[in-house]
């Protein structure tokens, strides 16, 4: 599936099943507590904290979804076309760090 695609899929299943979409507003808060979903679960599984025994059944992979779904919601509702903004965002990430991680002593 492409960009595009996942991005005609949401804004077909929002208009059979989600009536509309949610502002602009609610979606950023409603993003963010998906990262933080996201965060919960990296912590306890790569970090130094414990899992809740209510946070033990918790899927990454699902939590990863659920932000890519809030992600496309946000940009089909603010007319962004994701594909063409990644490869420009691609292109400005190689021309700016091309040399700054391969020169980075850190990461060796």
Request: charged fraction near 35%.
């Amino acid at each position: 599936m492409t960009i595009e695609e996942a991005q005609n899929i949401v804004d077909q299943w929002i208009k059979e099943f989600g009536v509309k979409y949610f502002s602009e507003l609610t979606n950023m808060a409603i993003l963010t507590e998906e990262v933080g979903e996201v965060a919960r679960i990296i912590s306890r599984k790569y970090g130094d904290q414990s899992f809740k025994e209510s946070d033990k059944e918790k899927d990454l992979g699902d939590e990863l979804a659920d932000v890519l779904w809030v992600l496309l919601c946000l940009a089909n509702q603010t007319g962004i076309n994701l594909t063409e903004a990644f490869e420009k965002n691609l292109l400005k990430k190689t021309k700016r760090d091309k040399e700054r991680h391969i020169n980075n002593p850190k990461l060796y």
